[in-house]
């Protein structure tokens, strides 16, 4: 069942990879999003399945750390790129403008844990 899994994710991040490079037509892709952004949502989930098939651990820990640093890259794009205003929808009982500074202290944090752990899962490869 796991390899299933595995083979469904690196299929179904190619067709995502695909689409977003317009090679399929737009109406295959129901979601809205900015071509580079469906790049970088198949591309990951490309990464997973390949983590997942890998048989050698040093393979999948150096597959797992850079699923991990991409996901640190989108997190500290949201902390520090994302226009004003995207983050504040989220919670509704809170101020826009600390819904907007939480969302992005807790990404911020977020992209921190992702780097602290792929520094240690490289370094656990590289020893």
């Known amino acids: 069942m796991g390899k299933g899994l595995a083979i469904l994710s690196v299929a179904a991040g190619a067709f995502v990879c695909a689409a977003s490079l317009g090679l399929l037509p737009s109406e295959y892709v ?3 999003a900015p071509r580079g952004a469906l790049l ?5 989930l490309v990464l997973v399945g390949f983590m997942s098939l890998a048989r050698d651990h040093r393979v ?16 500290g794009w949201l902390t520090f790129y994302a226009p004003e205003g995207t983050l504040n929808r989220y919670v509704p009982f809170v101020p826009p ?21 792929a520094f240690w899962g490289l370094r ?3 020893r």
């Open 30 to 32: 129901p979601v809205a």
């Open 40 to 44: 970088g949502g198949g591309a990951l």
């Open 60 to 75: 999948s820990d150096t597959i797992a750390s850079l699923l991990l640093l991409a996901m640190a890259a989108g997190a």
């Open 97 to 117: 403008s600390v819904n907007e500074a939480l969302a992005r202290l807790l990404f911020g944090l977020g992209a921190a844990v992702c780097v602290g752990m």
């Open 124 to 126: 656990r490869i590289f």
